[in-house]
């Protein structure tokens, strides 16, 4: 595995050393305490118990999808195997989780979990280059995160690997009765030619901006994301909404560049793009570009 060297340059030159381990709860405390900010994951709980084992930690992502968080603490610990064992119990005991969602945070999000994506998420001081290809072969949502922590105050997750296969098909009849609106496959094939070259366009850029760059299609939208949401897209008739990860407060809002932390929206960012013609096209890539940067 190539390595990560980090500097500090002021007041000169000096190499951070970085140790890959951490107290063995440790990792597991900080990232629970911070799973909003380190991947757009709300915390659900530890440690939690099912027939057969218990997941490190379980949550719930911002496109509101189940996520299971799994640490492996030595490098022959099959932690892959472990959290797809985790995510098939978790979609054969869907009312298990839905009620663990109500109890610690309330019914409209348990209302609103999308089973189309749920995923595995594992992290570890480092992985081996069978992981890796591991993953390629597995017909489900898994990706590999590397953490490294230096000196006593810089934590520094990579994300090495993302497997991310299609969604699948929620065969719950009270899961699809959630949704009145047509979702973003219906809306994509309703759409005319010119709007569905809009999007396939700005799909293709968002797609070509880095190896770390992946695709989740969930219910109502598109999400493109590196460990957590950059942007997400949704298509209809007449336009394209482009949600970015930026702070509006740093642009000049007009009718088409819209503020919405305030405004009901299915697709995660604060800054809303809204494109109507091809001729919005070149801003809406320089929104995605700059959101890929910062996020």
Request: net charge negative; proline share 2%.
């Amino acid at each position: 595995m190539a390595d990560i060297k980090l500097f500090r340059y002021k007041p000169q030159v000096k190499e951070m050393k970085a140790a890959s381990v951490l107290l063995e709860k440790e990792l597991q405390t900080v990232i629970e305490n911070n799973m909003q900010e380190f991947f757009g994951v709300t915390f659900l709980a530890s440690e939690y118990v099912i027939d057969g084992g218990r997941m490190d930690s379980i949550g719930i992502d911002e496109n509101n999808c189940p996520v299971i968080f799994e640490y492996k603490r030595s490098m022959n610990e099959n932690v892959i195997n472990q959290g797809l064992f985790y995510l098939n119990w978790l979609l054969e005991h869907k009312d298990s989780f839905e009620l663990l969602v109500l109890k610690k945070l309330d019914k409209k999000i348990a209302d609103a979990i999308d089973w189309s994506m749920p995923r595995v998420i594992c992290i570890a001081g480092d992985f081996n280059k069978y992981d890796e290809e591991a993953i390629k072969q597995i017909n489900r949502n898994v990706s590999l995160i590397r953490y490294k922590k230096f000196d006593d105050e810089l934590l520094m997750f990579e994300l090495l690997n993302t497997n991310t296969v299609k969604p699948l098909a929620v065969e719950n009849a009270k899961a699809d009765s959630k949704y009145t609106e047509k979702t973003f496959k219906e809306q994509y094939d309703l759409a005319p030619t010119k709007m569905k070259n809009i999007y396939d366009d700005l799909r293709t850029f968002t797609l070509s901006l880095g190896d770390d760059v992946s695709e989740n299609t969930v219910k109502l939208y598109t999400a493109f994301k590196k460990i957590k949401n950059f942007v997400t897209m949704e298509i209809y008739s007449s336009k394209i909404l482009v949600d970015c990860r930026l702070n509006p407060d740093d642009f000049m809002l007009t009718d088409n560049l819209r503020d919405i932390r305030t405004i009901g929206h299915w697709g995660c960012g604060d800054l809303q793009y809204i494109i109507k013609s091809e001729k919005d096209i070149e801003y809406a890539k320089e929104l995605i570009q700059k959101a890929y940067n910062e996020n």
